[in-house]
């Protein structure tokens, strides 16, 4: 077993931990199971991929979103990790010949969403699997007091029966004590060690603006703070906006949302993290698992609904530790669109039931039928079939989601997959009877090399064209061609969202939708809401002090560097320079005897005429000062 110092330099290049990882490693390599709290940009996923190398056993990871799943997949792999991923849209051959390799092969992490956990095709091989950590990723998941609730997250604690003795690792950003507590029951973790750093970021400014004009005050907050920024809002089409509006003004920026095409996603990412694009004006589909440490300002257009929501999104500042700001904007007409929002998030039940009754006619699925299948989502024939308004039915499809019906991979766009179905030799025989298709298995095997005969590798159609000099439409030929033959199994790109159902279909009447918990739940986003609400209004208390002691940080000290801290420390500064500068006033009047006002001012010439006023005025307020029948100003003997 290899020591964790070894893995930590070796795969990540680095010498020593940051504060609060190496205990927490060394608890879950105890056998503990262990809850850590690590603000964003903490490194929590190095808690739970050393120790999983050190012990050379698998770690099963639970991660709820598919971009999440595919960016620390690439990572582990590029750093020399084997690692893979099960989620919806792979095929049953895809998913059976995945959880093989975690059987058989030399996997060492493999990422599963909660909903897969207990199918029977999991469930058996995870029988065969020699699993050593099952970490929890984005853990609040699980807490129905968590800003991202997912019931699919309540799985975990059964799935854990497959597992004796195998210690759980559930890592979270932000956690009040509520939702610490949930977790620690939820996951039936007993004893567990708990790790927590403070939530304060010292080197992170935030500020509040309420205004207007958001163009503008975007605009300062760009000239006055150099280097890259992301600019979050509610909408994917005020992202094109904004981000068009910030060209015409001479600044680089993209705009990002889960509408666009995987590859252009990736494009205009990378094209920020190089540092050739500034600005990347985005929803919150942008920003997890994404390490860009040199980000100096996350302004938020549009107030999040939650201030768990706003901490992770403005914690992407500054995580190389030097100076970063946050900041963001509203106006009263923001926070009434905030309130509103707790309505369209909780729709009325009869509406609920005959959205999903659509989606049974919609698909012909049976009543006790599709669970676990996955479906093509059209949402704009849907809503036009169906006489359905977009945003309502989103706010309905992302609440049956909630309640563990189905699953919507609203931004799903899987590249297409190819993997060989039979071995080298078998292929050469092939090649020989079908000495026309040589070339073009010879490219595809230069493209890719062996690993197709042992996994899916995603490959682009476009890509083997311009190489083959011949029409895209040769290679899906080809590649069609080589699947009927059972020579490769080919899953080609789905762009269109995918929904999954999570159980059997119910009949829509006999929907068994949990009442009373829904009712607590909209109270709970209700709260949350106000705690934003009064976030952005609060007049003087410290901005960083707000969101600590809403983390039940309760003795959180002012942080000297939001917008409320400035203004404090200058109010302190100008009450102090009044005072100096009364006293010189008096000294001088007092060597003098008597003066008229306009005499005294000519004595300070660099004082502005309002300073100087209000200095004069405070001193014949206290009686320090007084004024003679004739308008002389004196000095008053009887004042101490």
């Known amino acids: 077993m290899w020591e964790i110092h070894e893995i930590l330099e070796k795969y990540w290049g680095y010498s020593s931990f940051r504060p609060g990882q190496e205990e927490a490693i060394r608890s879950v390599l105890a056998g503990n199971d262990t809850l850590l709290l690590l603000p964003t940009g903490g490194g929590k996923s190095i808690c739970f991929q050393v120790p999983a190398l050190a012990t050379g056993k698998l770690c099963i990871v639970v991660s709820p979103l598919i971009a999440l799943m595919k960016d620390q997949v690439d990572q582990l792999k590029r750093r020399g990790i084997q690692a893979a991923a099960i989620f919806s849209g792979m095929s049953e051959r895809e998913i059976d010949i995945t959880l093989d390799n975690c059987v058989y092969g030399q996997i060492s992490f493999l990422y ?131 981000a068009n509006w910030l060209v015409s003004k001479g600044i680089t920026a993209s705009a990002y949302h889960a509408g666009l095409s995987t590859q252009e996603r990736d494009q205009r990412q990378q094209s920020w993290i190089n540092d050739r694009t500034r600005v990347m004006v985005a929803t919150n589909a942008f920003g ?57 998030k909780y729709p009325d039940i009869e509406f609920l039931k005959r959205v999903y009754q659509s989606i049974a006619n919609f698909f012909q699925i049976p009543i006790g039928s599709g669970y676990m299948a996955s479906y093509d989502f059209d949402a704009e024939l849907f809503a036009t079939n169906y006489n359905y308004g977009r945003l309502e039915l989103f706010y309905a499809l992302k609440f049956l989601e909630q309640e563990g019906f189905l699953l919507l991979n609203e931004d799903f766009d899987s590249p297409s997959r190819v993997k060989f179905l039979i071995n080298k030799i078998d292929l050469y025989d092939f090649q020989l009877r079908y000495f026309n298709y040589d070339p073009f298995i010879k490219r595809l095997l230069r493209f890719h090399g062996g690993e197709m005969f042992s996994e899916y590798v995603s490959i682009s159609e476009a890509a083997l064209a311009k190489s083959l000099k011949c029409p895209i439409n040769e290679v899906f030929k080809g590649l069609e061609f080589l699947a009927t033959r059972n020579i490769i199994d080919y899953q080609r790109q789905k762009n269109l969202p995918q929904i999954q159902l999570l159980t059997p279909r119910y009949d829509a009447n006999k929907l068994p939708l949990a009442l009373e918990s829904i009712k607590k739940r909209r109270e709970k986003d209700t709260a949350k809401i106000e705690a934003v609400v009064h976030y952005a209004n609060h007049p003087a208390l410290c901005r960083s002090m707000m969101l600590l002691q809403y983390f039940d940080e309760k003795e959180a000290p002012y942080c000297n560097l939001c917008d409320h801290c400035i203004q404090r420390k200058k109010a302190i500064q100008s009450k102090r320079d009044l005072s100096s500068l009364a006293a010189q006033i008096r000294d001088y009047v007092a060597q003098q005897g008597k003066l008229q006002p306009n005499e005294l001012k000519l004595a300070f010439p660099d004082l502005e005429i309002a300073t100087f006023s209000s200095a004069l005025h405070w001193l014949v307020e206290q009686e320090v000062l007084i004024y003679d029948r004739s308008g002389f100003l004196l000095l008053n003997q009887n004042s101490s």
Not at 171 to 189: F, G, H
Not at 306 to 318: D, I, P, W
Not at 319 to 324: E, I, V
Not at 325 to 341: C, F, H, I, P, T
């Open 112 to 242: 599963v969403s909660p909903e897969r956990l207990m199918t029977e095709l999991m469930i058996e091989r995870t029988k065969k699997m020699k699993v050593g950590l099952l970490a929890v990723d984005e853990a609040h998941c699980i807490s129905q007091w968590g800003y991202d609730f997912r019931s699919s997250y309540l799985k975990i604690a059964e799935f854990r029966k497959l597992l004796p003795g195998v210690p759980v690792m559930a890592v979270t950003a932000s956690a009040t004590n509520e939702v610490r507590a949930d977790i620690l029951d939820k996951l039936c973790m007993r004893n567990a060690k708990i790790f927590t750093r403070t939530f304060a970021r010292d080197n992170l400014s935030y500020s509040v603006i309420n205004t207007e004009s958001k163009e503008t005050k975007l605009l300062q907050i760009l000239t006055k703070v150099k280097g890259s920024t992301i600019v979050y809002t509610r909408t994917r089409n005020r992202t094109v906006q904004i």
């Open 288 to 344: 997890m698992g994404i390490d860009k440490p040199d980000v100096r300002a996350v302004i938020h257009w549009d107030l999040p609904a939650s201030l768990e929501a706003y901490y992770q999104e403005a914690g992407r500042a500054g995580r190389d530790g030097l100076k970063a700001y946050a900041v963001a904007m509203y106006n009263e007409q923001d926070l009434n669109l905030l309130r509103k929002g707790i309505q369209q």
